[in-house]
T-cell receptor
Framework: DTGVSQDPRHKITKRGQNVTFRCDPISEHNRLYWYRQTLGQGPEFLTYFQNEAQLEKSRLLSDRFSAERPKGSFSTLEIQRTEQGDSAMYLC????????????FGPGTRLTVT | GNSVTQMEGPVTLSEEAFLTINCTYTATGYPSLFWYVQYPGEGLQLLLKATKADDKGSNKGFEATYRKETTSFHLEKGSVQVSDSAVYFCALSLPIQGAQKLVFGQGTRLTINP
């Protein structure tokens, strides 16, 4: 099995621009999660997909954030009108529908908003 | 609410020293508990887990026991190596629609000196 992959690994953008990140989960993992990790903190849950359905969203996910998983495989996370407070590591994780509860994480996309 | 509190870091030890990183949690119900490790420039990797009270998780010489009476899941290793230098995160699982999300502590940075 290849692991969870994320693209890009790093993104620098100017305030007000839109950015989009991609996550490819482990193949055949039905469940996909997005987390955000700010410097010196643990990851915080943003949203969850089961196949193509977005079943849970955190209050952290403001209206400027949107996530999709159109065919139940890869997922994208878009941030519109970026703000400096959006600077963080965005992590994607996946796990199968049945089995143990642990999640498998990708390497993350580090976003810097200048 | 549901939360995880970890021992404040950073922690610096000499090679072959004994390691303890404290973790306590607050949760309703009976969550699964995890330790994840993050090496520089990499994503989070599952180190070990325990899914019910009195379970002991172990991996790569690390151990942690799920103690319901003290709501703790302390990480221990008898003899650390330089290669154990990383950030360690304690986490618990919380049910969400159709899955479980992870709630993380703030992380403990560990540095092992030769």
């Amino acid at each position: 099995d290849t692991g969870v992959s994320q693209d890009p690994r790093h993104k620098i953008t100017k305030r007000g621009q839109n950015v989009t990140f991609r996550c490819d989960p482990i193949s055949e993992h039905n469940r996909l999660y997005w987390y955000r990790q700010t410097l010196g903190q643990g990851p915080e849950f943003l949203t969850y997909f089961q196949n193509e359905a977005q079943l849970e969203k955190s209050r952290l996910l403001s209206d400027r954030f949107s996530a999709e998983r159109p065919k139940g495989s890869f997922s994208t996370l878009e941030i519109q009108r970026t703000e400096q407070g959006d600077s963080a590591m965005y992590l994607c994780a996946s796990n199968p529908l049945t089995g143990a509860p642990e999640q498998y994480f990708g390497p993350g996309t580090r976003l810097t908003v200048t | 609410g549901n939360s995880v509190t970890q021992m404040e870091g950073p922690v610096t030890l000499s090679e072959e020293a004994f390691l303890t990183i404290n973790c306590t949690y607050t949760a309703t119900g009976y969550p699964s508990l995890f330790w994840y490790v993050q090496y520089p420039g990499e994503g989070l990797q599952l180190l070990l887990k325990a899914t019910k009270a009195d379970d002991k998780g172990s991996n790569k010489g690390f151990e942690a026991t799920y103690r319901k009476e003290t709501t703790s899941f302390h990480l221990e290793k008898g003899s650390v190596q330089v290669s154990d230098s990383a950030v360690y995160f304690c986490a618990l699982s919380l049910p969400i629609q159709g899955a479980q999300k992870l709630v993380f502590g703030q992380g403990t940075r560990l540095t092992i000196n030769p």
